[in-house]
């Protein structure tokens, strides 16, 4: 569901441990769909597969493989699957019903869960039915209300495709689906942070994922054509007009998590809160760009090809195919695990000495691309907006962690934070000097007469004061 939750460990080379697991999100359209989402860096991965017009679908024996290997690999009690593109509902519902039913033959006793991300537009009676019937989780994207979403998601010749998502979420919530949302902050509606999160909560989003868009464009592709390239890309490169910088991402965290401090914890779940609080109890974060090292989460595009992660999709990661070579085999090659042991190994020293390493690790590798003062060119572009964000929610954070720890509700935080609203406030009142004072700004006036009359509650309060002595 973008960013994936898993709680995998690094294995050694050539051999998983057991009891181990690994996520793999599948793409059974490849990049193909039906929008054209001017901020999407998946939808270029078309130029990896010239043949991709005839034979993008996943066929049934790539499916079959996927399903049953996937699941043996798999050395836990509960196997989640999680379906994503391009768009997975170009498969047609009777792709996932076979899904279902391969699950149900190889299960071998555990349980199958699944997870499917979509943009919503192809929704109806019939794929809602089937979604609640089989209790797929659902990650609908949608970027906030129309003028905003409409932004970047549009259709293939340029139409908004707000009504049409829209409509989607509505069939989903008639059918009693279980979804949550996914939006993407770009430079537009990380402007607008509160909007955002009002419209996704009157719309009934329990749980919203916010996540950063940030790509590097090349003046000209590269030998296989790709043009937003990784970070490890050393020619001229960019970053794109739509994505967020890391001060509009800072701040559009930091308002909703003060919206959200006050009055939604416990109602309202959003995934970055939720791994903050996580780290500040103690636990390894379970979010991937979080986690000390990655490589637990790869992608596997409608081909049977295996790649290192849903942002690393370059011929240089690809790890194999699981026609030719099984997926747990593949999932524990050294070029995965080097690939993993990366993000903790080339850290700079900024960051290892930096008070949040905890809860941040570096953050996702795709956006290791800044240089930082000790010449490690591997500084997080969001850097600053994990600062911004981590320092400011601090104080909550860890009366939350406390409350836990003292087996009380988390959001039992938002009393602490009414009572250090309101001491704020009687300490300003204190502090506001009376109409026929002279005005603090040294202007020589009295404070009715200059800062008060610009400010007709402070003008107020010192009039019922005064009215009162």
């Given at each position: 569901m973008g960013e994936v939750d898993h709680k995998a460990r690094e294995a050694p080379a050539g051999r998983l441990k057991q009891g181990a697991a690994f996520h793999v999100m599948a793409k059974p359209s490849g990049p193909v769909c039906n929008l054209d989402c001017q901020y999407c860096f998946y939808?270029?991965?078309?130029?990896?597969?010239?043949?991709?017009?005839?034979?993008?679908?996943?066929?049934?024996?790539?499916?079959?493989?996927?399903?049953?290997?996937?699941?043996?690999?798999?050395?836990?009690?509960?196997?989640?699957?999680?379906?994503?593109?391009?768009?997975?509902t170009l498969m047609g519902v009777d792709f996932f019903r076979r899904v279902v039913q391969l699950q149900q033959r190889y299960a071998g006793g555990k349980t199958i869960t699944n997870a499917f991300q979509t943009n919503g537009v192809l929704l109806d009676d019939e794929w809602g039915e089937f979604l609640a019937a089989n209790q797929f989780l659902v990650g609908l994207s949608i970027d906030g209300p129309q003028p905003l979403h409409d932004r970047y998601r549009v259709d293939k010749r340029g139409r908004p495709s707000f009504d049409r998502v829209y409509a989607g979420l509505q069939m989903l919530r008639k059918h009693g689906v279980e979804f949550n949302t996914l939006t993407v902050v770009q430079a537009d509606n990380a402007t607008q942070p509160l909007?955002?999160?009002?419209?996704?909560?009157?719309?009934?989003?329990?749980?919203?994922?916010?996540?950063?868009?940030?790509?590097?464009?090349?003046?000209?592709?590269?030998?296989?054509?790709?043009?937003?390239?990784?970070?490890?890309?050393?020619?001229?490169?960019?970053?794109?007009?739509?994505?967020?910088?890391?001060?509009?991402?800072?701040?559009?965290?930091?308002?909703?998590?003060?919206?959200?401090?006050?009055?939604?914890?416990?109602?309202?779940?959003?995934?970055?809160?939720?791994?903050?609080?996580?780290?500040?109890?103690?636990?390894?974060?379970?979010?991937?760009?979080?986690?000390?090292?990655?490589?637990?989460?790869?992608?596997?595009e409608h081909n049977g090809d295996l790649y290192s992660c849903d942002h690393f999709v370059y011929p240089e990661y690809r790890l194999g195919n699981i026609a030719q070579q099984d997926i747990r085999e593949l999932a524990a090659t050294p070029l995965q695990v080097r690939f993993g042991q990366d993000k903790r190994d080339t850290l700079p020293q900024v960051c290892r000495e930096c008070a949040y390493l905890f809860a941040c690790n570096g953050g996702c590798p795709k956006h290791r691309f800044g240089p930082a003062n000790d010449g490690n060119n591997r500084l997080n572009h969001l850097c600053r907006s994990y600062r911004m964000f981590f320092g400011h929610v601090s104080p909550y954070i860890r009366m939350m962690a406390d409350l836990l720890q003292q087996g009380r509700p988390a959001a039992q935080v938002m009393e602490w934070v009414l009572h250090q609203d309101r001491r704020r406030i009687a300490a300003a009142d204190s502090?506001?000097?009376?109409?026929?004072?002279?005005?603090?700004?040294?202007?020589?006036?009295?404070?009715?007469?200059?800062?008060?009359?610009?400010?007709?509650?402070?003008?107020?309060?010192?009039?019922?004061?005064?009215?009162?002595?």
């Open positions: 939808l270029e991965k078309d130029r990896l597969y010239p043949d991709r017009a005839r034979n993008w679908r996943m066929t049934p024996e790539i499916q079959e493989l996927y399903i049953r290997q996937y699941i043996e690999a798999q050395d836990v009690p509960v196997v989640n699957f999680a379906w994503q593109g391009g768009e997975p909007q955002v999160y009002e419209f996704l909560r009157a719309e009934g989003s329990g749980f919203m994922q916010f996540i950063p868009i940030v790509e590097r464009l090349t003046p000209s592709p590269r030998e296989d054509g790709l043009t937003l390239i990784d970070p490890s890309f050393e020619g001229g490169a960019h970053v794109t007009r739509w994505s967020v910088s890391p001060q509009q991402y800072g701040r559009f965290l930091n308002t909703i998590f003060d919206q959200w401090v006050r009055r939604d914890v416990g109602q309202v779940f959003v995934q970055l809160f939720d791994v903050a609080l996580s780290a500040w109890v103690g636990h390894q974060p379970s979010l991937c760009i979080f986690a000390p090292t990655c490589g637990n989460a790869m992608v596997i502090r506001r000097p009376g109409r026929n004072d002279p005005c603090p700004c040294q202007s020589g006036r009295k404070y009715k007469n200059c800062c008060g009359r610009s400010n007709p509650a402070a003008a107020a309060s010192s009039r019922g004061r005064a009215n009162t002595s």
